[in-house]
């Protein structure tokens, strides 16, 4: 019984290391979508000056 409660202490720190350990692997791609979240701004900004334009046009 002892050999169990044993094993079953040693299963859950392996399971809390393991969580632990791969959290940073999830960091990098923000990182990466950086620039593709100022292009997206960028894109919005001018689709919202043509918009404006548009209907300033058309008053």
Known sequence: MNKLFAALIASMFAVGA????SAPAAAE????S???KAKKAK????AKKAHKA???ASS
């Not at 393991?18 to 350990?21: E, H, K, L, P, T």
């Not at 791609?29 to 990466?32: M, R, S, T």
């Open 18 to 21: 393991f969580a632990q350990a």
């Open 29 to 32: 791609p923000a990182a990466a």
């Open 34 to 36: 950086a620039p593709a």
């Open 43 to 46: 894109v919005a900004k001018k």
């Open 54 to 56: 548009a209907s300033a």
